[in-house]
């Protein structure tokens, strides 16, 4: 444990912003730097949106986990952006979880590359639940995550469980995001879930667009961005649960959910969950 902690202190960038902590910062947490802020300050420049779409990512989320635990799944692999501080207490994704199952409680297991998010997960939640697991792991690397040994024997391979693909971000190369899917679905059981959900620049208007990949290369080189017709195409085969591939605020809103409630396009995210037979 000491040794993995010093290795992901050496990791540690703050000069550089990252998508997960870009995330946190928005949501108002504090596992962020001046850079991530900074960048923030820099797209609201351009339009005034980033912390608004951030709260519909957020809300998303908890949707999509307080959905799948209604049907009873009660164990679920979030892989990446799953841990932003900005969440009220009690109101994490695995608080999530257990609020909305009545007959089991869950086993959640948060996979995270970013040093910061993963030093204040492992503080602040793994101490205090023996539900959840905080455990190191890029997307980029699909195989080494789902042979992890926490992920191994902390969840039951014989019951459905939900996978939640939040940092597609991270996948520039279309044929390993195939991989990528693919492989979630060879090993998880029968009857599981796997939510996906993609950046895109599909409602920006034309004449920002140039600007807008000027300063994604320079603030997040290397961000994959999607149009609706590739999302389409990576989840060709998967059956998506109603109501199929969305702007995020679209997912199954309810009354609590308002982050761009009146224009769904401002959160910048497509959002879809799909059965796994």
């Not at 040994?149 to 520039?172: C, E, I, K």
């Not at 950046?199 to 034309?206: E, G, L, N, S």
């Not at 609590?256 to 769904?264: F, R, S, Y």
Request: aromatic residues 6%.
């Amino acid at each position: 444990m000491r040794q993995r902690a010093i290795r992901n202190l050496a990791k540690l960038e703050m000069t550089q912003a990252r998508a997960t902590r870009i995330l946190d910062a928005a949501a108002g947490g504090k596992n962020n730097f001046v850079a991530d802020r900074a960048v923030i300050n820099r797209y609201d420049q351009a339009a005034p949106i980033t912390t608004t779409a951030a709260r519909a990512v957020l809300e998303y989320l908890r949707r999509v986990v307080r959905h799948l635990a209604g049907q009873g799944v009660d164990q679920f692999v979030i892989v990446g952006s799953g841990v932003p501080s900005g969440l009220p207490p009690g109101r994490q994704l695995h608080d999530v979880a257990r609020d909305a199952l009545s007959a089991s409680v869950p086993r959640v297991v948060y996979v995270e590359n970013d040093p910061m998010v993963l030093a204040g997960a492992r503080a602040t939640i793994e101490p205090v639940t023996d539900l959840v697991r905080v455990v190191e792991g890029d997307v980029r690397e699909i195989d080494e995550i789902l042979d992890d040994r926490v992920l191994q024997t902390f969840l039951d391979w014989d019951r459905p469980m939900a996978v939640l693909l939040l940092s597609t971000h991270s996948l520039n190369d279309d044929e390993y995001f195939h991989y990528v899917i693919k492989r979630i679905r060879q090993v998880v059981p029968e009857r599981s879930y796997l939510s996906v959900m993609q950046t895109t620049f599909d409602a920006i208007p034309a004449e920002l667009l140039p600007a807008i990949h000027d300063l994604l290369a320079m603030t997040l080189p290397g961000h994959a961005i999607r149009t609706r017709e590739e999302v389409e195409a990576l989840l060709e085969g998967l059956v998506l649960v109603e109501p199929g591939l969305v702007w995020v605020p679209e997912w199954r809103p309810d009354d609590h959910d308002i982050a761009c409630a009146d224009q769904p396009s401002a959160s910048g995210n497509y959002g879809a969950v799909a059965r796994i037979p």
